[in-house]
């Protein structure tokens, strides 16, 4: 793997000279604007496919560089992109077995992106030769310090070759349809296999309700598009094998186990797009927060902010303008949690098509003279002064288990209720624990636990083979470990255990879960903890026993009150604690304020306003007020990193308001010791 080296954060965005190839006074215009602007890095060439290659064969490259030449002079970085995103129509006429085929055997027609299939060789052999085209004119120009394949890589296609892919992929994992049977369990309905032929993707007119097969196609779709990344990539890494790889990812995407398909990028980046404006601006914080730590956390390494916007988008139900100061405030945002650049989508508005009102630095006006553009100004002014973190890693000593293929397993588990609401129970418990002021990262079950001193883990509903041993071993070894229902119910081909939930946690927890009462969404129960207070839950409610468990609270409603709904089981040096039930927030809130100074877990900032966020990142720590109102924040012993203040004490912040302190030693957190 190559890794990304900028010396510098980069600044810029998404930028498509090849739709103004008629108007070369605007590339010289761009050129200024984006020198004004403190831009310093642009990804160019994205989905220009048409403009690179507009007839079969036939390259028209000198475009480009002339493109990349002016940016060089201009001190600008270009990240190099592939068009593989989406096909010339020339393409799809000529070849239409590129184009995905629908669940139930339709082809698509020409249009939209993404409409190809990762498995076609005609598709792969377009690509791999447009790409070798593009490393062999441009791998060594002066501007270009990256590749950017593709975009943002989703969706599937159920087309013959995919169908022949998918029973390879069964075969190599299964070995037998014995093995496979039974781990499907398909004698139930009768549908067991007796040829491999039989088996198909998930369709509406053919098989949906074998869980085991939604679950093995869905890690198909992720194998595939991770092997076709490998071989666009194949070209790129022979022909350039100083440039990194990367390609764009999304914000909660479930499409993909982004966990494998980082493996085959040399660093993570990532598309940014929170709802400002819509609703409680602390919960729309707290989402892209933890979309920022899921990146970073992916490669345990810097990511890039590939896009956001600076200043609305199209596609929401209703596109917010961001408000006075919260340009700069998210931008932080992302660098305080790993990122190194702040880019966007787009850098000039297109003139037509789906996306001409979607935000741009540069506004249809054309010039500087826009509230937009100023905001962007100040984050190309601030950037540089930040340049100490650049390439910095906050050192989390708690981590949020995130697991795709648990998600997946989750969605299609059909009982005790259709909506699990498993991500807003992640969630839930990813703002309590940043309310504590602490950094986290977001891990999935084939992560390493070693470093972590608290793993939070709600709605762990399937363990795949080794990971209850692996939890086993992170508590008895001294960590804290937190679970929530349904905990430990399937195995990885989605068959339940046998021998009483939660499976092969059960020792580890102390606990057995003999049923589970699913709650309408207007219904609630009561937890009533040890010491008297009361809080409310709802969704689902274990019925759980204590084995070895210490119970802290018990149901105080129907007829499980006075059952165990929160227990701590001490084994070894660590404890396992196990939530029975959907707490409300101020449970949460109270509960990791226990646990995390007894996982010896020191916060960045302690007592935390709400909706003011506190990270470190190196030796700087990031105090981001997206409160919507004034706020009073204890700030850390250092010096501010903007004004060479001594900090300490009680500060005010203003509404979008931010603090950036260099803390005065690196023992100050024991995070990071």
């Given at each position: 793997m190559t890794e990304l080296k900028l010396p510098f954060f980069g600044h810029g965005g998404d930028y498509n000279p090849d739709q103004w190839l008629d108007r070369p006074d605007i590339l010289e215009e761009d050129i200024r604007l984006m020198k004004l602007a403190g831009c310093n890095l642009m990804s160019v060439g994205i989905f220009a496919w048409s403009a690179l290659e507009?007839?079969?064969?036939?390259?028209?490259?000198?475009?480009?560089?002339?493109?990349?030449?002016?940016?060089?002079?201009?001190?600008?970085?270009?990240f190099l992109a592939t068009p593989s995103g989406a096909r010339p129509a020339w393409m799809s006429q000529r070849y239409p077995e590129v184009l995905r085929v629908r669940p139930d055997g339709t082809r698509n027609l020409h249009g939209g992106r993404h409409n190809h299939c990762f498995t076609s060789p005609v598709y792969r052999r377009f690509v791999q030769r447009i790409n070798r085209a593009l490393a062999e004119r441009f791998g060594k120009h002066p501007a270009v310090v990256g590749w950017h394949i593709s975009n943002e890589y989703s969706g599937e296609c159920h087309c013959a070759l995919c169908q022949g892919a998918f029973r390879a992929f069964l075969k190599d994992r299964y070995g037998t349809l014995d093995a496979l049977n039974h781990a499907w369990w398909t004698g139930f309905w009768s549908k067991t296999y007796t040829d491999w032929e039989q088996l198909h993707s998930p369709s509406p007119i053919g098989e949906e309700s074998i869980h085991g097969l939604n679950l093995a196609w869905k890690r198909f779709v992720t194998h595939q598009t991770v092997d076709f990344i490998r071989a666009e990539a194949e070209p790129l890494r022979a022909l350039t094998p100083n440039l990194p790889v990367t390609t764009n990812l999304m914000e909660m995407f479930g499409g993909l186990n982004y966990y494998e398909l980082a493996a085959a990028l040399d660093f993570a980046s990532f598309d940014s797009y929170p709802r400002w404006g819509h609703g409680e601006a602390e919960q729309t914080a707290l989402g892209a927060a933890f979309n920022y730590d899921?990146?970073?956390?992916?490669?345990?390494?810097?990511?890039?902010?590939?896009e956001s916007t600076p200043s609305q988008v199209n596609w929401h139900e209703v596109c917010k303008l961001k408000k006075p100061g919260m340009h700069v405030l998210s931008s932080l945002q992302a660098v305080a949690h790993g990122a190194d650049t702040v880019q966007y989508f787009q850098w000039r508005k297109s003139r037509g098509a789906s996306e001409k009102f979607h935000g741009a630095v540069v506004d249809h006006v054309g010039h500087e003279h826009t509230r937009t553009f100023r905001d962007v100004q100040a984050v190309g002014d601030l950037l540089p002064r930040l340049k100490e973190v650049l390439g910095a890693m906050p050192g989390a000593k708690a981590a949020l288990m995130f697991d795709a293929e648990n998600r997946w397993a989750l969605e299609d588990c059909q009982g005790?209720?259709?909506?699990?609401?498993?991500?807003?129970?992640?969630?839930?418990?990813?703002?309590?624990?940043?309310?504590?002021?602490?950094?986290?990262?977001?891990?999935?079950?084939?992560?390493?636990?070693?470093?972590?001193?608290?793993?939070?883990?709600?709605?762990?509903?399937?363990?795949?083979?080794?990971?209850?041993?692996?939890?086993?071993?992170?508590?008895?070894g001294g960590g804290t470990l937190v679970c929530s229902c349904p905990t430990g119910r399937v195995d990885e081909d989605d068959l339940c255990f046998l021998g009483g939930?939660?499976?092969p946690l059960r020792s580890i927890l102390g606990i057995w879960a003999e049923e589970t009462d699913a709650l309408y969404d207007d219904e609630r129960n009561g937890m009533r903890t040890a010491d008297g207070r009361v809080y409310t839950c709802g969704t689902l409610c274990d019925l759980i026993h204590a084995e070895g468990a210490e119970t802290l609270a018990t149901y105080t409603d129907d007829f499980y009150a006075g059952m165990p709904c929160v227990?701590?089981?001490?084994?070894?040096?660590?404890?396992?604690?196990?939530?029975?039930?959907?707490?409300?927030?101020?449970?949460?809130?109270?509960?990791?304020?226990?646990?995390?100074?007894?996982?010896s877990?020191?916060?960045?900032?302690?007592?935390?306003?709400?909706?003011?966020?506190?990270?470190?990142?190196?030796?700087?720590?990031?105090?981001?007020?997206?409160?919507g109102t004034a706020a009073e924040v204890a700030l850390p012993q250092g010096v501010d990193v903007l004004t060479g203040e001594i900090t300490g004490g009680i500060a005010a912040l203003p509404v979008n308001g931010y603090r950036i302190i260099r803390l005065?030693?690196?023992?100050?957190?024991?995070?990071?010791g």
């Open positions: 507009p007839e079969e064969g036939h390259f028209t490259l000198d475009w480009l560089e002339g493109v990349l030449d002016r940016l060089h002079e201009a001190g600008i970085s270009v899921w990146m970073r956390s992916l490669k345990q390494k810097p990511f890039a902010l590939m005790p209720r259709r909506d699990m609401r498993h991500d807003e129970t992640v969630l839930s418990h990813y703002r309590a624990l940043k309310r504590q002021g602490i950094d986290l990262d977001i891990i999935d079950e084939t992560c390493s636990f070693d470093k972590y001193r608290l793993i939070a883990a709600p709605m762990l509903y399937m363990l795949r083979p080794g990971v209850g041993r692996r939890l086993e071993a992170f508590v008895r939930f939660p499976g227990t701590v089981n001490r084994c070894g040096a660590g404890r396992a604690y196990y939530i029975a039930t959907c707490p409300d927030a101020a449970f949460l809130d109270d509960f990791y304020g226990t646990i995390i100074p007894e996982a877990i020191t916060p960045v900032v302690c007592g935390l306003p709400e909706g003011v966020q506190a990270t470190r990142r190196g030796n700087t720590a990031f105090i981001l007020n997206f409160s005065k030693s690196k023992g100050v957190d024991a995070q990071n």
